[in-house]
C-alpha cells in the first residue's frame, strides 16, 4: 500500500512553532486567511489520527483534499477559481 498526500486547510494562521514539533511530518505554508498543512498519510486511521490531533490544538478544519501523485500542493488563488 502506498502513502497518499493530503492537503489539509484550517483556519486562521496558526502558531508554526507549536505544529512543527508536534506534527513533524508535514509542510506547513501559511496564507492570507488559512494555514495549508500538507503531508503524506499511510492509510485513513493515519489521516484520521492527524485531524484528531489538529483537533486538540482547537484548530477548525475547513477543507481536506486529496493531491494527485503528479501534481504540486496547490495555492489558495487555485482553488478559488
Known sequence: MST???????QGA????????????VEIAEHEFRT???GQFADQADLYEFLGALRSYGLEVVEIRRVPLTSAPASDDEVRQ
Open 14 to 25: 496558526v502558531s508554526t512553532e507549536a505544529l512543527v514539533d508536534a506534527l513533524h511530518h
Open 36 to 38: 495549508v498543512l500538507c
Open 4 to 10: 497518499r498526500t493530503y492537503e489539509v486547510r484550517v
